[in-house]
């Protein structure tokens, strides 16, 4: 899927543009604070229903104004045309339009517009806590397994279910009709996640290596909770500490992918260069193998294309873009920085003050 026009109202520093996009690549440059960041925030926000800039995500409507307006005309590998649209008021209320129609969900967006997202912040993935590695993992389950989404919803519905219950239970046996019906779930949600896992993984190890010959990545998923013992059993063991706790301290909601090269934590041994590298070939190998399985190509962002990367690494990235055939954005401060990815079918924006030319 590849968007053809995009028209963004309102949208933090950008009171209105109008765009008509390559397929191809799209390049935006302009100075820091011009509103770079902006575009792809508002693109990601489509295909999202939020921003990716959560520390400002109270700014995302422009000052004085009631709503932010989003619009779209995408087309897919067949070149049929849709049209996609996503007003968000102050009250924080979504609208949705697919083809003029209203009534869908942000999850009939994230479908439709398959987004990977590279960003300066983006080394929370390898750095940061579990939440943002089975965030990763849960981008892949929702787009390869319909049924995951549902399970997933329906788990945190009886998560909190019973964190409440636990507040109030005087033993175990109050919690049992709830971990009954929490624990088969969380068993398939598990082996969904194992399953992309098993996928996944030799595609993410095989682009570390083009990007990092130099090293051998291991990855382990861990599914939060011990293996080899079923889920149902390890919460009745683990009642009197959730109750002392008063949440469920082990599950899926705990799960992670350990990363690690000569059985050191990837983050305790890369360079901040090569810990961007090897979040691209993390995003890459998603996107990749996500147009693989399916019959349309991700939409990727690429926030300070330049920053952490020397003119080799920048080059040997721009090659697997391009390679991806896909669609892509990426801002830079200066078209030097990109002079070297350019083609004749791509297109350059340039942006000052939240005004687009």
Request: charged letters at 25%.
């Amino acid at each position: 899927m590849t968007l053809s026009t995009i028209n963004v109202h309102h949208f933090r520093n950008i009171d209105y543009a109008k765009l008509t996009l390559s397929p191809h690549f799209n390049f935006i440059v302009g100075d820091n604070g011009s509103g770079k960041t902006s575009l792809l925030e508002a693109i990601y926000m489509l295909g999202h229903g939020r921003a990716f800039r959560h520390a400002q995500s109270n700014r995302i409507i422009q000052h004085e104004q009631p709503e932010l307006v989003l619009f779209s005309e995408i087309k897919n590998t067949n070149q049929q045309t849709h049209s996609i649209g996503l007003a968000k008021s102050r009250n924080s209320e979504n609208k949705i339009k697919i083809d003029g129609d209203e009534g869908f969900r942000l999850t009939d967006l994230a479908k439709l517009l398959p987004i990977q997202l590279i960003t300066p912040e983006g080394f929370d993935l390898l750095t940061g806590g579990p939440k943002y590695r089975r965030s990763f993992l849960d981008w892949g389950c929702f787009h390869h397994y319909p049924e995951f989404v549902h399970l997933w919803n329906n788990l945190k519905r009886l998560f909190k279910q019973r964190n409440a219950l636990l507040k109030q239970a005087k033993n175990y046996n109050q919690l049992l009709p709830w971990d009954k019906e929490i624990a088969p779930i969380a068993e398939k949600i598990s082996q969904i996640r194992a399953d992309y896992s098993q996928q996944i993984f030799p595609e993410i190890i095989q682009t570390c290596h083009d990007f990092l010959p130099e090293y051998k990545l291991n990855c382990q998923y861990f599914q939060g909770w011990d293996h080899d013992t079923d889920y149902a059993l390890i919460l009745q063991k683990q009642y009197e500490r959730d109750k002392l706790l008063n949440y469920t301290s082990t599950g899926p909601h705990k799960a992670d992918i350990r990363l690690r090269i000569d059985n050191i934590p990837v983050e305790d041994l890369l360079s901040r260069g090569q810990l961007k590298l090897l979040m691209c070939a993390l995003r890459l190998s998603q996107g990749e193998y996500y147009s693989k399985k399916n019959t349309q190509a991700c939409v990727y962002l690429i926030d300070d294309f330049a920053s952490e990367l020397d003119n080799n690494k920048r080059t040997l990235l721009a090659k697997r873009l391009k390679l991806a055939n896909s669609q892509v954005f990426i801002t830079a401060v200066n078209q030097s920085q990109i002079t070297h990815m350019i083609d004749e079918n791509d297109k350059i924006f340039y942006i000052k003050s939240g005004i687009i030319s």
